[in-house]
């Protein structure tokens, strides 16, 4: 915890901060930034990490396809698509007072097969390199092997002897029971007070244990950790430090890569390309972002966005303190219907991974995101959770900051929705009555 003395200091030092005390939408440009090549030198995670992962997810494919249907027309392959949104850009340019010149896109992690949300991503591939490594310990695979053989009962009944525990605020929680559960292992999701109730059904009707918890996200991880660290046979996934989570999101760099190339959009110096990524703790956004640079290098430019009363990850990266900082220090509740964002503590890890790669943060209020859901059902019929709008004021803020190129006709503008589409009807009809008339 910082003390008053140590809190004034940094309000003084980073004027910034003042605004986001008062709860403030505001736009940070990272002063720290360098060229995608000297950033990624700094790292530990390299292009052949990603690169692992992503084959690792190919080998996968077979299984996935077999135990998930819906993953049939990708042949295994959990992917979303990428959809361009011109009704929605019309609108915020009538809304916002802010023509936006260039193209703009929604990658709709909302669709994502098996848990609709990004941590279908990062969650799911941890949680098979998890089964890999066993299944490949216990003799019961090679790589080189079919892997639809582990939906047969001598791998469930290897998964059944093992653990796994995890905390979370609802979708990684989702991610990881549904996927832990299908492959047989006994599985644990820790949850904080802020997740929704028929996230906690839907995981006990597939047969997942959910603990409960009266605080946070932070609490509920730390239980988690606790819990898990005490049992040997016990994985816990470790949303704060992951490397898997992170390399899982990551793939995602080279699939948008090929999405643009379908629909000939052109990225390179005269083409730049703009992405906004709602952020938590940080390892689904950090993720994409890594990824998005090893496509794209200098030509891409990533934002994080967060809400006004979470902005752990954008408070942790201005002030350098990353982890060693809680929203709560500078007097924010950390009390946001983005249940997604609700994180006090952003991952240092990604923090200080992404420091010299990322090109800014925002804040965007609850009341902005509700706004933003109705319009784009009103306007292009997609139907997102309140987290997955906090990418849509991205192209308002940088145009109107004049970042460079942002608002060139030649630009493209992705907005990332990160989930949506396993929230119930009657659940999204209450979202849906928040906006403001
Ligand atoms: C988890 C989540 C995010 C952010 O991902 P982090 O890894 O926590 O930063 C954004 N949107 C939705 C809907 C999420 O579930």
Redesign the pocket.
């Known amino acids: 915890m910082l003390n008053t003395t140590e809190v004034n200091k940094w309000k003084k030092k980073l004027p910034l901060i003042e605004n986001m005390i008062h709860h403030e939408e505001v736009l940070w440009l990272n002063p720290l930034i360098e060229s995608t090549a000297t950033g990624l030198r700094k790292t530990s995670v390299t292009l052949a990490d990603v690169q692992d992962a992503s084959d690792r997810l190919k080998r996968f494919a077979p299984y996935i396809e077999c135990v998930f249907p819906e993953t049939k027309k990708s042949n295994g392959i959990i992917e979303s698509p990428l959809t361009s949104i011109p009704q929605m850009k019309e609108a915020i340019g009538s809304e916002y007072k802010t023509l936006i010149s260039g193209k703009l896109l929604l990658k709709q992690?909302?669709a994502l097969p098996i848990s609709g949300?990004?941590?279908a991503r990062?969650g799911i591939y941890e949680i098979l390199k998890h089964a890999e490594t066993l299944a490949i310990e216990h003799r019961l695979i090679t790589p080189e092997g079919n892997y639809a053989k582990f939906a047969e009962p001598e791998f469930k009944n290897l998964f059944a002897k093992h653990k796994i525990a995890v905390g979370s605020?609802?979708?990684?929680g989702l991610s990881i029971g549904i996927m832990s559960a299908k492959l047989g292992f006994n599985v644990t999701v820790h949850m904080s007070a802020d997740a929704k109730q028929w996230k906690k059904d839907l995981l006990r009707e597939k047969g997942v244990a959910v603990v409960e918890y009266a605080e946070d996200y932070s609490k509920a991880v730390e239980e988690g950790r606790r819990q898990a660290d005490a049992e040997p046979s016990c994985h816990f996934v470790d949303?704060e430090n992951s490397r898997d989570?992170f390399l899982g999101?990551a793939v995602a760099g080279e699939r948008v890569a090929t999405q643009l190339k379908e629909r000939d959009t052109v990225v390179d110096e005269d083409h730049p390309l703009f992405v906004y990524?709602?952020?938590?703790?940080?390892?689904?956004?950090?993720?994409v972002a890594f990824g998005l640079k090893l496509a794209f290098g200098d030509n891409v430019y990533c934002f994080f966005a967060e809400p006004t009363h979470s902005p752990s990850?954008m408070l942790g990266m201005i002030t350098g303190l990353h982890d060693r900082i809680a929203v709560q220090d500078f007097g924010l509740d950390n009390k946001t219907a983005?249940?997604?964002?609700a994180?006090s503590t952003?991952?240092g890890f990604?923090g200080k991974t992404m420091e010299p790669l990322l090109s800014g943060c925002y804040t965007i209020a609850d009341s902005t995101m509700f706004h933003l859901l109705k319009l784009l059902a009103d306007t292009e019929d997609i139907r997102l959770?309140p987290?997955?709008l906090?990418g849509m004021t991205g192209p308002v803020n940088v145009i109107r900051d004049n970042v460079k190129d942002a608002n060139s006709a030649n630009a493209t503008h992705l907005v990332w929705a990160?989930?949506?589409s396993m929230v119930p009807e009657s659940e999204m009809a209450l979202y849906y009555g928040m906006a403001r008339k």
């Open positions: 992690d909302n949300s990004i941590k990062g605020t609802g979708n990684l949303d989570l999101y990524l709602p952020c938590g703790v940080g390892g689904g956004p950090g993720g990850m983005a249940d997604g964002l994180v952003a991952s990604v959770e987290s997955a906090a990160t989930g949506g």
